[in-house]
């Protein structure tokens, strides 16, 4: 049986018989409700694929004249196009809080990891610091000083299996299980799943244009042991905190003797004007653990993050550090030093915003001529995701659920919040679309499934 899609399986099917001059120019192919009602699948799954079809110039539609097989290519030789097979584990379209994978620089990655197997010794087999290698807990504080002005001594730094695992690492050293905690509404999907599991009372707080609304955070828990936040970059709805409740944020924390924990995952990316300061160097009075991960940055198969924690919590978080045992490979993080040091990591980040920034100019130009009925692109000055709110009256899990269906990796807004209420919206990745053709083929994929709800 075939992996992929329906409709990639009809489009396919039509290809290959142009292609194999099955079929000729000028020759009517069957009706939409036809084919369905013979392959015995729903109308929009055969629009979709001749949507495709049409788009790329292989089909012809003529109004009640019917859908033919595209006059002009009786003047082109034809080679055949395959459509690509989904890869199992790979990103599918549209799929969020990847990096752009074809852009990684895999051969310098290699020959810096073939260096550090080359310096390999018997100290180096070992199990290693359960805090993070020395080197790259160095290269981590250089780079923060340097880029994000946050000054921090190596020791504060603690290297964590990605930002899941840094998380299960603070609720362990605040001991978190019980308490309550204020969370962004909508939030971070995985990170609540991932506290609400270790037992954290989660406190919903609205986000607006400025971010979290520090006022009702106040108002529903006023003692709240811990807050979470993205404030470069809220995630999902892509604002950022106002200089306000950036400053009734730390006030807060400093007079209830609370901790912030900001979460800064995608910072870097900002494409209009300078990346915006991190809370955690406005932060006076050392209230603030400043989370970062190079799974945005570099590749999430990395699983390498890391948390700079007050000097306060230093002894706490070491004691838990060696309870838990999370380390990263020894290996990828010398590299992942060395890739830092040796200025690849700042190099590749400028590569990236640029790269970024048209794939995404892609994605909004096809949503803007081919779902402006649909959806309304909400603007965003920065981040590797896209929320594009509904339009017409269909529930967002409908059209997530849907779109999985048909190969796309969307998701809904609703489930991000906690809260009803929150708005409709779809979020999706734009990273590794490679094209603007392929941009507008996976748009028209989406335009069919919410056309068809």
């Not at 998380?167 to 204020?182: H, Y």
């Not at 950022?240 to 924990?261: D, F, N």
């Not at 198969?301 to 924690?309: C, E, F, S």
């Amino acid at each position: 049986m075939s992996s992929l899609p329906k409709y990639q399986e009809i489009y396919r099917r039509f290809r290959l018989a142009i292609d194999q001059g099955q079929l000729r120019p000028g020759e009517r192919v069957p009706s939409v409700r036809a084919l369905a009602q013979e392959l015995k699948v729903a109308r929009g799954t055969v629009e979709t694929a001749y949507q495709l079809l049409v788009s790329e110039g292989f089909f012809e539609a003529r109004g009640q004249a019917g859908t033919v097989v595209a006059e002009s290519l009786a003047q082109l030789a034809l080679k055949p196009v395959p459509v690509p097979a989904p890869v199992t584990c790979g990103p599918r379209p549209l799929q969020m809080g990847l990096p752009a994978l074809d852009a990684f620089p895999r051969k310098l990655w290699a020959r810096l990891v073939t260096q550090q197997v080359r310096r390999t010794d018997a100290d180096s087999l070992a199990m290693g610091d359960v805090c993070g290698v020395q080197a790259l807990r160095v290269a981590i504080a250089s780079y923060l000083a340097l880029y994000r002005g946050v000054e921090c001594a190596p020791s504060q730094v603690f290297v964590c299996a990605g930002y899941s695992g840094g998380l299960a690492l603070l609720c362990d050293a605040l001991e978190m299980a019980g308490q309550r905690c204020w969370f962004e509404d909508p939030g971070y999907l995985h990170a609540r799943q991932l506290l609400q599991h270790k037992g954290v009372e989660l406190v919903p707080v609205p986000v607006d244009q400025d971010g979290l609304d520090v006022e009702q955070g106040m108002q529903r828990e006023l003692q709240a042991r811990l807050a979470i936040v993205t404030p470069a970059h809220q995630s999902p709805l892509g604002v950022a905190l106002s200089p306000a409740r950036r400053q009734a944020l730390l006030g807060w924390a400093r007079e209830q003797g609370s901790w912030v924990v900001e979460d800064d995952y995608d910072s870097e990316f900002r494409y209009r004007g300078q990346p915006l300061a991190a809370l955690k160097s406005q932060d006076a009075d050392d209230r603030v653990i400043y989370a970062g991960s190079f799974s945005k940055m570099l590749f999430p198969g990395l699983r390498l993050g890391y948390l700079v924690v007050p000097v306060a919590l230093v002894e706490p978080f070491e004691r838990s550090a060696r309870v838990l045992q999370q380390r990263s490979a020894q290996l990828l993080q010398l590299t992942a030093a060395d890739f830092l040091e040796q200025g690849h990591f700042t190099r590749h980040l400028k590569k990236m915003r640029q790269l970024y920034a048209q794939r995404r100019g892609w994605l909004v130009a096809a949503l803007q001529a081919h779902c402006a009925e649909f959806l309304r692109v909400d603007e965003q000055a920065g981040g590797i995701n896209l929320l594009a709110r509904l339009l017409v009256d269909v529930p967002d899990e409908v059209v997530a659920r849907a779109a999985g269906e048909m190969g796309l990796g969307v998701q809904a807004l609703s489930g991000w919040t906690l809260e009803a209420g929150g708005g409709q919206g779809v979020l999706m990745g734009f990273t590794n679309l490679c094209t603007a053709g392929e941009a507008d083929s996976v748009v028209l994929v989406l335009k069919g499934v919410i056309s068809g709800i």
